[in-house]
């Protein structure tokens, strides 16, 4: 899944660029409008890489080995008996009383999940409330986490008894809070920036200015989180949320030992 970015950054700078040359009074040069396009130009996730060939195998399991933890536990032992293993599906679906078809589709479920979580930052719990809970409430905090582990509102609702509804208002509006204090960031540093070339200790004007803001967008400690919310935002609810299927139920919760 491409992430489409609307606006070119020269598009941009020359949107600026008059106001930036007039301006002397302290204000922002920058829009809130072209804030939201560097933000989303900068920080938007890098498209899914495909990691299975042609032929459907995949070419290192160690590209897959490091966020088995982060999908379905039955998902990640078949990926194991399979791709590093190399058992056959049928063979994993005799070992399962299943179809191959639960196999193969439960594989490409779990393959296309990781594919997923390879473009987004890894989060830790202690930073994440260090860092968001002067700025969110106690129960914004808990949706947000809950979407990063999840990411499927209606279990998000079900385990802190709300509705669907208000789990979706609150979390797209931590989504743009998120992005405003990345905004209040690039301001500060738009701000010193207008300051250093206005007393000639600058001299890369439009250009430079830009660049700024951008590495600003880049630098703040709020930029992570906003790839992370944003790339579940676009499409991809319900990515990490497991679906219990008929042919898996009353399987047992027994370890899979690894063949060979």
Known sequence: MSHIL????????????????LGCDGESAFEMDDLENIIERSLS????EELLGQDGHLADFAAVEHHLDRIPPREADLIEMYFRDSMKQE????????????????????????QFLRTIPELDREDFE??????????????????YETTCQSEIAK?????????????????????????????????????????GMRTGGDEELLKEVEDAAKGSRYAKYWTVFFAISDK?????????????????????????
């Open 6 to 21: 609307i606006s070119d950054p020269q598009d941009i700078s020359s949107r600026f660029s008059n106001r930036q040359r």
């Open 45 to 48: 996730p890098a498209p899914e």
């Open 91 to 114: 063979q994993i679906a005799r070992y399962f009383n299943i179809t191959q078809a639960a196999v193969s589709y439960r594989l490409h479920r779990g393959i296309r999940r990781i």
């Open 130 to 147: 260090l860092e968001l809970g002067p700025k969110f409430s106690d129960q914004d905090r808990e949706i947000l986490w809950l979407m």
């Open 159 to 199: 385990r802190l008894t709300l509705t669907q509804g208000r789990v979706r208002h609150r979390f797209f509006r931590a989504l743009n809070k998120i992005k405003e204090l990345i905004a209040d960031d690039a301001k500060d540093v738009e701000a010193r920036v207008r300051l250093d070339q206005r007393n």
């Open 236 to 260: 991809h609810f319900n990515i990490l949320h497991e679906v219990s299927l008929p042919q898996f139920r009353d399987r047992g919760e027994a370890q899979i030992l690894s063949v060979g």
